[in-house]
């Protein structure tokens, strides 16, 4: 089956400006949560969706947003770019807890360079 | 809160030895554990994972953990690596009703020919 889908792939936005990122996840998947990967801060948690419901998020300002839909894709958006939101963007998908095949699905990310 | 520590920025290991990446965690509650490879611009792959039962957890391409609770840790095996093995490592941890992963600053390894 298709894994985890992420578009576009390559991203260059200006300072100031804003960006949407989309995620497909697996067919069934209904949990959807965004990782930010820089080189000095590692990998971090952004949020988590299911059945279009953010269940958690982490701490990150309120420029950074997410959102999923009745299909269980998700976007998130990066409003006021700065220079320090360059990164990779990475998606995962995931059944729910309890289930057999629970875990995470990572899609191939979005790199993110801000100018 | 949790958290993953993973000591060793850096592995090298000539090929056909074993391979060790270590990871320690902390969390309230069972742990659910998770191990992923990366290369170079990509995202992360999947690797093996600990959520409940037989301690030994056995993976893709050859990989292996052993979830230890009273150590806390979840230290990955490979009792051969492989050039191929070269990449970079990383241990995650979540916890039930969470909905997160916490990941450590990974590990590079490197095998040599």
């Known amino acids: 089956k298709a894994g985890v889908t992420q578009t576009p792939r390559y991203l260059i936005k200006t300072r100031g400006q804003q960006v949407t990122l989309s995620c497909s996840p697996i067919?069934?998947?209904?949990?959807v949560s965004w990782y930010q990967q820089t080189p000095g801060q590692g990998l971090q948690f952004l949020f988590e969706?299911?059945?279009?419901?953010?269940?958690n998020k982490g701490n990150f300002p309120g420029r950074f947003s997410g959102r999923q839909f009745s299909n269980s894709r998700s976007e998130m958006n990066v409003s006021t770019l700065e220079l320090g939101d360059s990164a990779l963007y990475l998606c995962?998908?995931?059944?729910?807890?309890?289930?057999?095949?629970?875990?995470?699905?990572f899609g191939s990310g979005t790199r993110l360079t801000v100018v | 809160a949790q958290s993953v520590a993973q000591p060793e920025d850096q592995v090298n290991v000539a090929e056909g030895n074993p391979l060790t990446v270590k990871c320690t965690y902390s969390?309230?509650?069972?742990?659910?554990l998770f191990w992923y490879v990366q290369y170079p611009n990509r995202g992360l792959q999947f690797l093996l994972k600990?959520?409940?039962?037989?301690?030994l957890v056995k993976g893709s391409y050859g990989f292996e953990a052993e979830f230890n609770k009273s150590q806390t840790s979840f230290h990955l095996k490979k009792p051969s690596a492989l050039v191929s093995d070269s990449a970079l490592y990383f241990c995650a941890v979540s916890a039930p009703n969470d909905y997160k992963l916490s990941f450590g600053a990974g590990t590079t390894v490197t095998v040599r020919a």
């Open positions: 995962a998908s995931s059944l729910r807890e309890g289930s057999p095949d629970y875990g995470y699905t």
């Open positions: 969706y299911f059945s279009e419901t953010q269940r």
């Open positions: 600990y959520i409940t039962g037989d301690n």
């Open positions: 067919s069934g998947h209904r949990s």
């Open positions: 969390v309230s509650g069972n742990p659910y």
